[in-house]
């Protein structure tokens, strides 16, 4: 009996396999003419619904941003449909919803992401879109735009300064004035270390975020993206692997992240930090007063750090009638009048200068970060594109393998330069 | 016994004129098959959508050669096996292999050894025992992301409080998250702490099906303490122990969330498996490689699936024995 019982279990399963074929396809071909009726049938009504999707989460319905897209939705005569993803989960969302043909009207993405969009033929240029550049500070711009063409708007930037703990450099006996290049910062971490307080931290997190971090002193070496193992470049990862052994820096710092690196500083044992623009809030929630300055270069002078912070970009549509009003929508988002409201929201320095000089106006602590901004360069500037995740993935490798020892920092960045190039 | 076996031989003739019958029914108005096929539908629909596409998309991507564009358009070209000989090729995948193995052995022999301990240790009803036995799975219960969390802090060089009670015995700081030698250590001690619970529970259950006549009868001959564990209470459970290293198996190898949320698989990669490298591959990254991620979880797959083959094979022989 044990075996007619497996028997007819396996007819019962080729039956069920036979049933599964059939079934398949009646769901598939129901469920795509479901869903595609819907869409062109919205797409017909008059003014109609857009979708803008960003990445900004901690947004919700009641704050400014969403507010500010709605009205501009009003403006423009349509139903304002928005949905925010994650940062990290956007550029996936972003490559599938493109691949199905269903991607939103208006895409706002974290800048390195856009070459990689715009490469994947995602992104409409602003020659298609007629969207107005002309006001965009250049080095802000650069990191939307490859081969000549541009594929967005920066809705703002953020970058990366040095927090510093005025307490703990009184006590030390470190005047930050005399903080200007690499040897000066050292030797007033060495001071501070000597008067028992923690030096720096920072985060060199084996991911993107470790290699936005570590862009600041690789740069500000002189060092160039497409020679990783210049004698330049080894010294910035020689810098902190220096830093490490010394003790100036936690080794913690090779699994920090941004945050949790801040939450090392906002202990206030440390008398600098590496963070960015979006810290202020909770800066003024540390208990203690603090300080900024730009990261300084190598032999002195401002750093150029990576920009951080989205751009505003129109993802290509099968009717592209529909481009006129999306861009009446960006328009809306970044038109000067706008945009103040914009970068205050997001906590963002603004991408023309004149909100920039009205940012400042308002809130004179903002100076360093406008200074900061203006120093810096996009990471997929300088015609990089999509070559610049290829490089970045090995260059936080190499920053890892150096910080922890298993390599020298000349061998980590040689192997890095390597694995870039392939 | 010979003959025992036999005896079920002739019924195995029979399907065929059964089937026959089934024939005949089908010729009958067709309203009882067709309400089976109603039945089935949804669990063969539910089994296509969610299961044999998303497996059939990831052969696919692991055979094409996808860029984000030609992912965008649809128009990957056909490479074959390309991304298994780039991923078997890579300088990650010796490391990664091996990790995965390390990761996956000692997670399961400490796993399997700890809650063996506990569950006979609970079977012995003492006053608290139900208490204490639920204190034992809270670690089941919490979210991943929080107790990877909790360990990532425990485990940090500097502010800790692994290294603060080390330090006041007067170790060295170890650090653990953050050093090539020890990353995969830490992690694997929080999956240890992740999986006791399940072992605990599954083991003790079949703890409790074990008739206690048994326990008595070796008791009455003189068996007594480790004797009695080794020789009845261990084969009885064997069974129930293949299942649970099983299933501890197929979790373990795709454990991802613990190794990510506290190393990202490094420093430089001294603590990646299969399963963060994939992710790595496919996700991890600005320009994420789609191809070699998938074909990185097929091998997984594939592990998975030899193991359960395995599992099936020796579960076949017990119950003909």
Redesign the interface.
């Known amino acids: 009996?044990?075996?007619?019982a497996a028997?007819?279990r396996r007819?019962a399963g080729l039956s069920?396999a036979a049933?599964?074929a059939a079934?398949?396809l009646v769901?598939c071909s129901s469920s795509s003419g479901g869903s595609g009726a819907p869409a062109s049938e919205s797409q017909a009504a008059a003014g109609g619904n857009y979708t803008i999707w960003d990445p900004y989460p901690q947004h919700d319905k009641s704050s400014e941003w969403v507010k500010l897209l709605e009205t501009c939705g009003t403006q423009a005569g349509v139903t304002v449909e928005r949905a925010a993803y994650d940062t990290?989960d956007l550029?996936?969302k972003a490559?599938l919803a493109?691949?199905q043909g269903n991607a939103p009207d208006v895409l706002i993405v974290d800048n390195?992401?856009v070459s990689?969009?715009a490469?994947?033929?995602?992104l409409t240029t602003t020659e298609e879109n007629k969207l107005d550049t002309s006001a965009i500070a250049p080095n802000l711009l650069a990191a939307g735009q490859s081969q000549g063409r541009t594929y967005g708007v920066p809705i703002g930037a953020n970058t990366l300064a040095l927090y510093y703990n005025k307490e703990v450099l009184k006590k030390s006996g470190v005047d930050i004035a005399s903080v200007k290049d690499w040897a000066s910062l050292t030797g007033a971490l060495e001071k501070v270390k000597a008067s028992g307080k923690k030096g720096i931290t920072f985060s060199a997190?084996?991911?993107?975020e470790g290699s936005f971090q570590f862009l600041p002193w690789f740069w500000g070496s002189g060092a160039q993206l497409t020679k990783l193992d210049s004698p330049e470049g080894v010294s910035a990862v020689a810098l902190w692997t220096d830093w490490l052994k010394k003790g100036y820096a936690?080794?913690?710092?090779?699994?920090n992240t941004q945050t949790t690196s801040w939450q090392?500083f906002a202990g206030g044992e440390y008398a600098f930090a590496e963070n960015g623009t979006w810290q202020l809030a909770n800066a003024e929630k540390v208990g203690f007063d603090y300080g900024i300055i730009p990261i300084p270069g190598k032999n002195g002078g401002t750093a150029p750090a990576p920009t951080g912070g989205e751009f505003v970009g129109i993802p290509v549509q099968k009717d592209t009638a529909r481009y006129a009003t999306s861009q009446k929508l960006v328009a809306c988002l970044t038109n000067t009048g706008n945009s103040l409201t914009t970068t205050t929201t997001l906590s963002y320095v603004a991408p023309t200068e004149e909100v920039q000089t009205k940012q400042v106006a308002q809130n004179p602590g903002l100076k360093v970060w406008v200074e900061a901004v203006k120093a810096a360069k996009g990471r997929t500037s300088d015609d990089l594109g999509?070559k610049?995740?290829?490089i970045?993935?090995p260059m936080w490798?190499?920053v890892?393998?150096a910080?922890?020892?298993?390599?020298s920092p000349q061998e980590a960045m040689t192997g890095a330069q390597a694995a870039a190039a392939q | 016994m010979n003959r025992v076996t036999q005896a079920?031989?002739p019924?195995?003739d029979?399907?065929a004129p059964?089937?026959g019958g089934g024939r005949r029914a089908a010729s009958r108005p067709r309203s009882g098959q067709w309400a089976a096929?109603a039945f089935?539908?949804p669990v063969?629909?539910y089994?296509?959508?969610f299961y044999?596409?998303p497996l059939y998309r990831n052969v696919e991507l692991s055979l094409r050669h996808y860029?984000?564009?030609s992912?965008?358009?649809?128009d990957a070209p056909f490479t074959g096996f390309a991304n298994y000989a780039e991923v078997l090729g890579d300088a990650t995948f010796g490391p990664a292999l091996w990790h995965t193995a390390v990761f996956t052995l000692v997670s399961l022999a400490f796993q399997f050894t700890i809650g063996l301990a506990l569950a006979m240790f609970f079977l012995k009803n003492f006053r608290l025992s139900a208490v204490l036995r639920a204190l034992f799975l809270v670690p089941w219960l919490l979210p991943l992301i929080v107790s990877s969390s909790t360990w990532?802090w425990m485990f940090?060089?500097?502010?800790g409080v692994v290294n603060a009670v080390l330090g006041a015995f007067g170790a060295e700081p170890v650090?653990w998250?953050?050093?090539?030698d020890w990353s995969l250590w830490s992690v694997t001690i929080a999956n240890i702490w992740i999986g006791v619970p399940f072992n605990l529970v599954v083991l003790y259950s079949g703890l409790q099906a074990i008739d206690p006549a048994i326990h008595e009868a070796a008791a009455l001959d003189g068996a007594a303490g480790w004797q009695r564990f080794w020789k009845v209470t261990f084969p009885l459970l064997r069974p129930v122990s293949a299942v649970t290293l099983l299933l501890g198996l197929v979790y373990t190898l795709k454990v991802f969330d613990i190794i990510w949320i506290m190393?990202?698989?490094?420093?430089?990669?001294?603590s990646t498996t299969f399963a963060t490298w994939s992710y790595r591959l496919g996700?991890?990254?600005?320009?994420?490689a789609f191809g070699p991620g998938a074909a990185v979880g097929n091998l997984l797959i594939v592990m998975a699936l030899f193991f359960g083959l395995v599992y099936i094979r020796v579960q076949r022989k017990q119950s003909l024995s």
Request: aromatic share 4%; net charge neutral; proline share 8%.
């Open positions: 009996m044990m075996r007619s028997m007819s007819a069920l049933v599964a079934g398949g769901a990290s550029t996936n490559l493109a691949q390195p992401v990689t969009l490469e994947a033929g995602v997190i084996g991911t993107e936690p080794n913690s710092v090779i699994n090392e999509t610049y995740p290829r970045s993935e490798g190499a890892q393998a910080l922890s020892g298993s390599k | 079920p031989a019924a195995a029979r399907p059964a089937a096929w089935l539908a063969v629909v089994l296509l959508v044999a596409y860029t984000v564009r992912f965008v358009q649809g990532s940090n060089s500097d502010s650090h998250l953050t050093s090539p190393t990202r698989g490094g420093p430089s990669g001294s996700f991890g990254n600005l320009l994420p």
